[in-house]
């Protein structure tokens, strides 16, 4: 069992940053590939950002292509979105996941996710 917790989700201006924080629980968080989810208010959850077990590969949304980074520190458990350039259509709840990386989608098969984090960008 993989308890996953968010942090960092906030209100921020268009153009600003924030730095999302995903801490989980179990030991085996480096057997995982991890994801960052979002879901805006009536639209379905889509797919953000993952980066496989070790951190040497990564792959991104078209939509936040060049303006998020996935990263992940396996002795601290913790995964991360830093998020820059932020624009109002960014504005979701995001959710990370621990599942498996696919080299063409990201993340398939997701096994744990955490409660989310409410992400605001005013404009």
């Known amino acids: 069992q993989v308890q996953l917790v968010e942090s960092g989700g906030g209100l921020v201006q268009a153009g600003g940053s924030l730095r999302l924080s995903c801490a989980a629980s179990?030991?085996?968080?480096?057997?995982?590939?991890m994801g960052w989810f979002r879901q805006a208010p009536g639209k379905e959850r889509e797919f953000v950002a993952a980066?496989?077990?070790?951190?040497?590969?990564?792959y991104y949304a078209d939509s936040v292509k060049g303006r998020f980074t996935i990263s992940r520190d396996n002795a601290k458990n913790t995964v991360y979105l830093q998020m820059s350039s932020l624009k109002p259509e960014d504005t979701a709840v995001y959710y990370c996941?621990?599942?498996?990386?696919?080299?063409?989608?990201?993340?398939?098969?997701?096994?744990?996710w955490g409660q989310g984090t409410q992400v605001t960008v005013s404009s």
């Open positions: 980066i496989s077990r070790s951190g040497g590969n990564t």
């Open positions: 996941a621990a599942g498996y990386y696919n080299a063409h989608k990201g993340m398939v098969g997701a096994d744990y």
């Open positions: 179990a030991r085996t968080f480096s057997t995982y590939a």
